[in-house]
């Protein structure tokens, strides 16, 4: 480990890890915006998730690299490319968690809801969403960790991400580049991983100073462990 | 669609068949990397899982850390294993095993803790000690989420298997890196078609494979509580 080639290269880690940091935010953003919908769709209608759970979890088995690939023939070698699949393999986490996020809500709070004179959208946007909001934040957890640590990936069709530090410390046979890009790699997922717990505590007041009140970092509702 | 044409141009070709570098032996490489690793990882996962949702302790910090432990990119620990102890087994071993124990951990971490308690209440009425427990009740009843756990272990090593051919050993990953760097798109794309058949075949030997795994009762429970 050679200490000072850190300050020195700054100038060139400070952007490879502002784009990786970029490919592993927005794929789960997007991921959310269609899920989010599509999930109180298949809620509405039964009939729909079924087959669309059979397509994410097909989708699911994919490999990034052979999908970067397919895609560089349509949007060429640029950020797109990576952001296809990965906001793909996003969604695949967080349509299940949408889905089962808004189930779990108990009949008697949705009775109460339309007792108080709520309607259905209102009772949506007011009630169920927010109850489903630790179980989408559990998707969103896997989805940001998971598009960060690909995002690597994505240099090998050379696109920038913190993966350069790997391809060129493999080159110049360097092992001081692989941690530095393995460590900035965990310390961004980290920090997203924070940042969403934290966002999870504010939006869930209700869940705080309860008798078995779950501590910041608790697990929280199961992680959603993969395609079912 | 030039995707499929250069695939199908590229697939159709007899010499991708035959010969050391053909499809059938890349396959069966890429089956041997994939599939030791997963068996490694789950020799470790499952018991670890098994006794952390046993004693239901310690599951906060196992969950957190498995999440975090996502985060590995397979790619940098692949290079960092290379440029430290040179190319070997554990080159490409060490990265996969790395990558496929915590959808497995926290699967049979989830499955063992979420066994009903009035469940375990009565198996210890009847008498049994916490190992018999253990393995008449938990485990049967965690085996879905268990395969669940093994399932996606399975598609990431097989999906991820792909990249340790930027190290320069076999396997299906060879076609794409070795396209990709001599410009051949027809070989990157063919072997990335053959590729995603495999991943998908993988998944659905997995999910047949839950149909004789989960134990009857549990089948039978599923079937009448829809």
């Known amino acids: 480990m050679q200490w000072s080639w850190i300050p020195q290269n700054w100038s060139i880690i400070w952007p490879y890890t502002l784009d990786n940091l970029l490919l592993g935010l927005v794929p789960p953003l997007i991921g959310l915006v269609i899920s989010v919908p599509v999930g109180i769709a298949c809620v509405a209608k039964r009939w729909l998730y079924p087959p669309l759970l059979s397509v994410t979890s097909a989708l699911y088995a994919l490999p990034s690299l052979a999908l970067f690939v397919v895609l560089i023939d349509y949007t060429g070698l640029g950020n797109l490319t990576v952001i296809i699949p990965l906001t793909l393999f996003s969604l695949c986490v967080l349509l299940p968690n949408v889905v089962d996020g808004l189930r779990s809500v108990q009949e008697p709070v949705r009775q109460a809801a339309t007792a108080m004179g709520f309607g259905q959208l209102r009772r949506l946007v007011q009630v169920e969403l927010p109850l489903a909001v630790p179980v989408v934040i559990a998707g969103l957890r896997i989805a940001v960790v998971s598009s960060i640590s690909l995002a690597s990936l994505g240099q090998l069709i050379g696109v920038s991400s913190l993966g350069y530090f790997f391809i060129d410390g493999l080159q110049r046979d360097f092992p001081t580049e692989i941690y530095v890009g393995l460590a900035l790699t965990l310390l961004l997922a980290l920090l997203c991983d924070v940042i969403l717990v934290a966002a999870r505590t504010v939006l869930t007041p209700w869940a705080r100073g309860r008798a078995i009140a779950p501590s910041p970092l608790a697990p929280g509702p199961p992680l959603a462990i993969g395609p079912p | ?226």
């Not at chain 2, 996969?96 to 497995?104: N, S, T």
């Not at chain 2, 999910?207 to 009857?216: A, K, N, S």
Request: glycine residues 12%; positive net charge.
């Open chain 2, 1 to 226: 669609m030039s995707f499929l044409t250069f695939a199908w141009d590229w697939l159709k070709s007899p010499q991708q068949w035959q010969g050391s570098d053909g499809i059938p032996i890349r396959i069966l490489q890429h089956l041997y990397y994939s599939g030791l690793s997963l068996l490694i990882a789950a020799l470790i996962a499952v018991p670890v899982g098994l006794l952390i949702g046993h004693h239901r302790r310690g599951g906060f910090v196992a969950v957190n850390v498995a999440n975090i432990w996502r985060a590995i990119p397979t790619l940098g620990l692949l290079i960092l294993v290379v440029v430290l102890l040179g190319l070997g087994v554990l080159a490409w071993l060490i990265p996969l095993v790395v990558l496929a124990i915590p959808p497995i951990l926290v699967n049979t971490y989830e499955g063992v803790v979420g066994v009903d308690p009035e469940l375990k209440d009565a198996a210890r009425g009847m008498g049994m000690t916490g190992w018999q427990l253990l393995w008449k009740v938990e485990v049967p009843c965690a085996i879905p989420l268990i395969m669940l756990g093994l399932r996606t272990a399975a598609i990431f090593v097989v999906a991820t298997a792909t990249i340790a051919a930027e190290i320069g050993v076999g396997g299906l990953g060879r076609y794409i890196i070795d396209g990709l760097a001599s410009n051949d798109y027809g070989e990157v794309a063919g072997g990335a078609a053959v590729i995603v058949v495999l991943a998908l075949l993988i998944q659905a030997l997995f999910t047949g494979l839950r149909r004789f795994v989960v134990p009857r009762g549990l089948r039978l429970q599923a079937r009448s509580s829809r």
